[in-house]
């Protein structure tokens, strides 16, 4: 079980590399605010950081995104721009090892869940944006 106090200082360390510029560092602040680990929760802050992070090439940061768009904690709601984020966390996480292994196999069922209320023609243009990203290089489609 983890201590208030640890948490807190997690979040301070976390805070620290983030401002030097360690990308996951700011995965780990969204993950920080999305459950309440050292801070309150802010969903909002969560998010922001997840971007920072998917920015920089966090595939873990586009999953957690995503997911928190599928859980309805992204305003406005955008289920297009939530099950691109997820097609693309699954699309990038390549490899054997348990983070790139989770997030293929989405066992949250975060694009089950966007797809069960989607139309499938949203559905087809998630999957178009997410190619697009993934064909340029571009997570999130922040560039130019």
């Known amino acids: 079980m983890k201590s208030a106090k640890n948490q807190k200082k997690a979040f301070a360390i976390y805070t620290e590399l ?7 560092a700011g995965s780990n602040l969204g993950i920080c605010y999305e459950y309440g680990d050292g801070v309150p929760v802010d969903y909002k802050k969560a998010a922001a950081w997840y971007k920072v992070a998917a920015e920089h090439g966090s595939v873990v940061a586009l999953y957690k995104l995503g ?24 699309d990038r996480a390549v490899g054997d090892d348990p983070v790139a292994r989770f997030i293929s196999q989405d066992p949250s069922g975060y694009m089950k869940r966007l797809e ?7 559905i087809s243009s998630a999957g178009l944006r997410a190619s697009k990203r993934i064909e340029k290089n571009d997570p999130l489609g922040a560039a130019p």
């Open 67 to 90: 997911g928190l768009y599928a859980k309805d904690l992204v305003l406005p709601r955008d289920d297009v721009e939530g099950l691109a984020l997820l097609r693309e966390a699954a």
């Open 116 to 122: 069960e209320r989607m139309k499938p023609r949203d």
């Open 18 to 24: 983030a401002d030097r510029g360690e990308f996951e």
